[in-house]
């Protein structure tokens, strides 16, 4: 059994002084979400895989563990986070991974990081150390409260240990560009989600829709022939698709950046700035440096989403979307049950977040 001890002196010490902590593995999200407040506490010690069953489908590492470390482990065995978390560099842990809940590419036709949380392990601001879920994909029992971590950005509690679900990386991969209009791109996106293709990411910019398609050999080459569009080098669209995966495609280089999640059905978002689609259409960047945020926001709830400033900018209009109220509400009792003193990360979700 793992010693936690040097994490509840820590913890305890803190509640008893209501001193805010900072939970912080690798800092390379440290941009996200509001103003970082409070002492530091490093998880980076708390590294390892404990346990990988390549026939169960199912690994279970401890928060500090790279990711970098647990994608090598996974490709030996040719399997793969299917979510795609972004890599933003080799200091990137898993914890960091599940608390900030970002997916790449895939998403839209893998899941979300929730999806694969299948346990989870949490020290809370008391000092305890809790156990949700379990490690294996049929475990329903009680509230799935490991997958309410998934996007809390540390504001819960500190994640020791994580399971997540695993996947075969697919036998066959191909991508297909097509020059056409957005509003073109985004109906066939929605025309094609209705369609059993085994389209597994999608980027639509600056007049270019691109298409990866994944699986049997069967499947993608089937799928090419019906769908045309032209063929893409095999090394070229592992970089592209990476570069989306990791943002380090051109696009967002600089600028306020914003992410609007919407319905993959809404029809083109009219606002001032340059777009990028993703996930079918229900994923939409927006780069904008003179943008009005609350626009922004009528716009995006207008057509049934939310918006989220995702990196630069002001962060005193609110990096997230405003809660209903009555979410809100339960927001606050979450933190109260979890986190009575208020100490981890306060304040790094929204900026009047009680403490």
């Not at 842990?93 to 949490?122: C, K």
């Not at 929605?190 to 069967?218: F, K, M, Y």
């Not at 990476?242 to 009219?270: C, E, K």
């Not at 440096?289 to 207008?302: L, N």
Request: with cysteine; hydrophobic share 40%; proline share 5%.
């Amino acid at each position: 059994m793992t010693d936690y001890t040097v994490f509840f002196d820590r913890i305890r010490a803190a509640s008893a002084a209501s001193t805010p902590l900072r939970l912080r593995g690798g800092g390379t999200k440290d941009w996200y979400g509001q103003a970082l407040d409070g002492e530091v506490l490093d998880t980076r010690a708390n590294s390892g895989i404990i346990s990988y069953e390549p026939t169960e489908l199912v690994i279970t590492a401890r928060c500090g563990t790279p990711l970098a470390e647990i994608e090598t482990l996974l490709a030996q065995h040719h399997q793969m986070l299917a979510f795609e978390p972004p890599r933003f560099g080799p200091e990137s842990t898993i914890g960091g991974v599940v608390a900030s809940a970002l997916s790449g590419p895939r998403r839209a036709s893998a899941g979300a990081v929730r999806d694969f949380v299948l346990g989870a392990v949490l020290m809370d601001g008391r000092g305890e150390v809790l156990r949700f879920g379990g490690q294996v994909m049929k475990n329903v029992a009680g509230y799935d409260v490991s997958r309410l971590l998934a996007g809390s950005l540390g504001t819960l509690g500190l994640i020791l240990e994580v399971s997540l679900k695993v996947l075969p990386v697919p036998l066959r991969e191909a991508s297909l560009r097509f020059e056409m209009a957005e509003i073109d791109a985004l109906a066939r996106l929605n025309e094609w989600a209705g369609q059993p293709l085994p389209i597994s990411a999608s980027c639509w910019h600056r007049g270019v829709l691109t298409l990866r398609l994944s699986g049997a050999d069967a499947a993608v080459e089937a799928a090419q022939r019906r769908l045309g569009g032209q063929p893409i080098a095999d090394a070229d669209a592992s970089n592209f698709w990476a570069s989306l995966r990791d943002q380090t495609h051109a696009y967002f280089n600089g600028g306020s950046l914003w992410r609007m999640s919407v319905p993959s059905h809404a029809s083109a978002i009219i606002l001032r700035g340059e777009q990028l689609i993703e996930w079918g259409g229900s994923q939409r960047w927006l780069k904008a440096d003179d943008a009005d945020a609350d626009s922004i926001r009528r716009t995006v709830a207008a057509s049934g989403g939310h918006a989220t400033l995702f990196r630069g900018g002001d962060k005193g209009v609110g990096v997230f979307h405003p809660l209903a109220p009555a979410i809100a509400k339960i927001h606050e009792r979450l933190k109260q049950s979890f986190d009575p003193a208020g100490i981890f990360n306060p304040g790094r979700m929204y900026a009047n977040q009680s403490r």
